[in-house]
């Protein structure tokens, strides 16, 4: 018996047709599996394959909810169900009008290997909603996320799953959404993640992904003999992932020069410092605002609008060491990863998911330079949730520093794990093939251990 992934991603297309980000995210994993698949015809006959990409449960909803004008308002609500062979489904919510049913799939499918990696006892789940929080008042948030709780604690539980944020979802979300649950369940349970902290959130969850995401680069360089200090970092995104991995990189040295949204991008060469980064913090956590009142508050920035459809992205094209991307999917094409190199860039450490498109890996790949991708460069958010659950459940929290220091253990843990399961395989030094296949190791023997279900 035999893996041919062609035969396969023919097969999960013809499914899920038009769900082009989860068939993305599914090839670029397949891809890395034949060699595991050929030795192991035990997966093949129990089909892990086909099992994996299927999820447990798709729960779809409405969610109705009142404008400030008196109007009413309907979207839509998901939670993806996908894998709970580790533990109960773990995995953001999103809130992006660009949310659907695959960009969802997509999330949950990256999320079992991902959740896999941690180490942790956490299975695999996604969700979210098509609903715009951006200029929204604070009422409308929590009138929408009411009525999306309302549909959705039917379904969730401390024990069954937990979800926490993800664009467009943060704190002052998680807290709305809490809430209600608590208040229809009349239960005080860690339902939630990325809580806050005065009940029941884990210090250092909000920093957890960027820092991780720092770490991971550092661990890369590490393993070459290099650091990032003094290197030139570019970030992409400004929201919660893109502002604690600047506050890292600025930790231990480095200097950080873009931010971006999704109206453009600034440029700032003499760097992002403490009082920058404060700064950017209240523009998008409290103001809300746009990236470009950067370049209109501090000398020397340089604002770029970004043009619909164009080929490029200008934030990949300006000399530097590192590239840290950390706002949303298939932000860096072949063309990109193409400037990225001739610019100067040698480590890539992925913070948002699936960030780079198929052609722009290949483009990393083949040059050899040091590409962390996302599910486990970015693991570092899911692994102190599921530390955030432990502490829930010994109903204690652990210091900043505890929590700090295993969230870095673990990222060195999976830094490594990657690293020599590359090696094992016979490319080493590919971070891709290496996540990819010890994530699937301990998922497809534990679908193996508990029967076909
Ligand atoms: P936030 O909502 O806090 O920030 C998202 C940032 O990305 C904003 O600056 C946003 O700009 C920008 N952005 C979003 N969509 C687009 C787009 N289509 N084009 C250009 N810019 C865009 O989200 P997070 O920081 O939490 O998430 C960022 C990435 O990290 C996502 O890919 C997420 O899945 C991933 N991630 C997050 C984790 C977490 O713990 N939060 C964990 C693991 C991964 P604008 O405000 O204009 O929309």
Redesign the pocket.
């Known amino acids: 018996m035999s893996f041919d992934p062609k035969i396969f991603m023919e097969k999960v297309k013809a499914k899920n047709t038009g769900e082009s980000e989860f068939h993305q995210a599914v090839e670029e994993v397949f891809e890395s599996l034949d060699t595991v698949l050929d030795k192991h015809p035990e997966y093949l006959e129990a089909k892990i394959p086909e099992r994996l990409v299927e999820p447990e449960r798709v729960i779809m909803f409405r969610v109705p909810w009142i404008d400030d004008a008196g109007k009413v308002q309907v979207n839509r609500g998901f939670r993806i169900e996908m894998n709970s062979a580790l533990g109960p489904y773990k995995g ?1 919510l ?1 809130f ?1 009008p ?1 949310v659907n049913l695959g960009i969802l799939k997509f ?1 949950a499918f990256e999320q079992v290997l991902k959740n896999s990696l941690t180490t942790l006892p956490m299975g695999a789940g996604k969700g979210g909603s098509d609903f715009d929080p ?1 200029e929204k008042s604070d009422n409308e948030v929590m009138r929408f996320c009411q009525s999306f709780m309302t549909e959705l604690q039917r379904h969730i539980g401390p024990d069954t799953d937990v979800p ?7 704190g002052r979300e998680i807290g709305f959404m809490f809430g209600q649950y608590k208040r229809i369940r009349n239960e005080f349970t860690g339902v939630l993640t ?1 809580k806050g902290l005065n009940w029941g959130g884990s210090l250092i969850r909000p920093e ?2 960027g820092y991780g995401q720092v770490y991971f680069a550092e661990e890369m360089l590490k393993a070459n003999k290099k650091s990032l200090e003094g290197l030139t970092c570019l970030v ?8 604690y991995c600047t506050e890292k990189v600025l930790d231990l040295g480095g200097k950080v020069v873009t ?5 453009g991008m600034v440029y700032d060469p003499e760097g992002v410092n403490r009082e920058k980064l404060a700064f950017v913090m209240d523009l ?1 956590n409290v103001r809300r605002g ?2 470009k009142e950067y370049a209109d508050k501090f000398p020397n920035v340089e604002f770029m609008a ?1 043009e619909k459809n164009a080929d490029c992205n200008p934030l990949w094209d300006i000399k530097a060491d590192v590239a840290l991307p ?4 298939n ?1 860096i094409n072949a063309k990109d990863a193409a400037n990225l190199m001739k610019n100067g860039v040698f480590c890539v450490s992925e ?5 780079t498109e198929p052609e722009g890996i290949e483009c990393f790949l083949e040059a050899k330079i040091l590409y962390g991708p ?1 599910k486990a460069a ?2 570092g ?2 692994a102190v ?1 599921g530390l955030e659950m432990s502490q829930n459940s010994m109903r204690l929290g652990w210091s900043r520093e505890e929590v700090d220091q295993k969230l870095h253990g673990i990222m060195k843990n999976i830094h490594q794990n990657c690293l020599e399961t590359a090696e094992t395989y016979g490319v080493p030094g590919n971070y891709v093939v290496g996540a990819n296949i010890a994530g699937f190791l301990k998922i497809a023997d534990s679908m193996l251990d508990q029967g076909y279900v």
């Open positions: 953001g999103r992006h660009s999330l951006k926490a944020g993800d664009i467009g979802v943060g990325g957890a992904t992409s995104g400004s929201g919660n992932v893109a502002q931010f971006s949204d999704s109206s998008k746009r990236i970004y950390s706002a949303t999917q932000e913070g948002a998911n699936m960030p996302g970015n693991a958010g899911v949730s």
